[in-house]
């Protein structure tokens, strides 16, 4: 059981530098709130969904 979620964090953390990776070619950064995010998430404090309903919820603008 602990390899698997060691298995599982370790996919996170790439998940986590793949997203942060792609944002860098546009020349983005992670804020401190989203790197708080994704640090929670690879460490399963919060799942994928999670993460991305709190970036949009924090950063989508409603269109009126």
Known sequence: ?????????IERKKRSKF???MAAIDGGKPTTFTQT???QYENGEVSASQLK???IDKYAKVVN
């Open 1 to 9: 059981m602990k390899s698997t979620n060691l298995n599982e964090e």
């Open 19 to 21: 997203a942060v990776g």
């Open 37 to 39: 995010l994704l640090n």
């Open 53 to 55: 309903k709190a970036i």
